[in-house]
């Protein structure tokens, strides 16, 4: 059974930082490419970063390249995401998603960040 549980979301301040971990059982793990997707209140489900399998090729959304670094750990079956200089339009609920863009298949329940002063 695949599962993705994702943790450190909470209360930011614009400019701030914060992380988020993954940590994924059910399924082989270093097999498979990995991305954070995040949806805000009101907007469609949107593809934050993507990494490879190996983590070789990474990708970024456009409104956090730059801000936002994506990782991942094969050998402890986690994936990260550090947020820097955080928006208030970073504002969502941020999932553990196993693929990217139109190959994911699975996510996880979502942790919650907020961006405000």
């Known amino acids: 059974q695949v599962q993705l549980l994702e943790s450190g979301g909470g209360l930011v301040q614009p400019g701030g930082s914060l992380g988020l971990s993954c940590v994924a059982s059910?399924?082989?793990?270093?097999?498979?490419?990995m991305s954070w997707s995040r949806q805000a209140p009101g907007k469609e489900r949107e593809l934050v970063a993507g990494i490879s399998h190996g983590g070789g090729v990474i990708n970024y959304g456009d409104s956090v390249k730059g801000r936002f670094t994506i990782s991942r750990d094969n050998a402890k079956n986690m994936l990260y995401l550090q947020m820097n200089s955080v928006k208030p339009e970073d504002t969502a609920v941020y999932y553990c998603t196993r693929g990217r863009g139109a190959a994911a298949d699975a996510w996880g329940q979502g942790t919650l960040v907020t961006v405000s002063s």
């Open positions: 059910g399924f082989f793990f270093s097999s498979y490419a």
